[in-house]
């Protein structure tokens, strides 16, 4: 029997509850909390539109209210979402988790040049 791939936002709690986060709030959008550090989660699915989607830039919130944002999507979606966030320049630092069917996931960061 192949293996059953949550959807990206079960994925993204399971992965934040793993390290540790306290995780609150419903959907695909959601805050983790540990110790001091505060980040707002937003796990996109297959076929997001990431050319339309505000999120990506601001997520209709103040760019003051979350310095932390990490985006999980499938693996192979990894690539458009880091060049997606490098084209707007967000002013918020940011994570990228590729999550695979399996649940294991990587953790890209920005370039730092």
Same mark, same amino acid.
């Given at each position: /029997?192949?293996?059953?791939? /949550?959807? !990206?936002?079960?994925? *993204? ?14 959907? !695909?959008?959601?805050?983790? +909390?540990?110790?001091?550090?505060? &980040?707002?989660?937003? *796990? ?12 990506? *830039? ?17 693996? +192979? ?10 084209? &707007? ?5 940011? *994570? ?7 649940? +294991?996931?990587? &953790? ?6």
């Amino acid at each position: /029997m192949p293996p059953v791939s /949550m959807p !990206p936002s079960e994925d *993204a709690r399971a992965i934040f509850s793993r390290l540790g986060y306290s995780v609150s709030g419903d959907g !695909p959008d959601f805050v983790a +909390e540990r110790k001091w550090r505060t &980040v707002r989660v937003t *796990a996109l699915s297959d076929g997001d539109d990431l050319n339309g989607r505000r999120v990506l *830039a601001d997520g209709g919130e103040p760019s003051d209210t979350y310095r932390f944002r990490c985006f999980v999507a499938p693996k +192979e979606a990894t690539g458009d979402v880091q060049n997606r966030l490098a084209s &707007v320049d967000p002013a918020y630092e940011w *994570a990228v988790i590729g999550v695979d069917d399996d649940g +294991e996931y990587d &953790v890209h960061l920005p370039d730092a040049s």
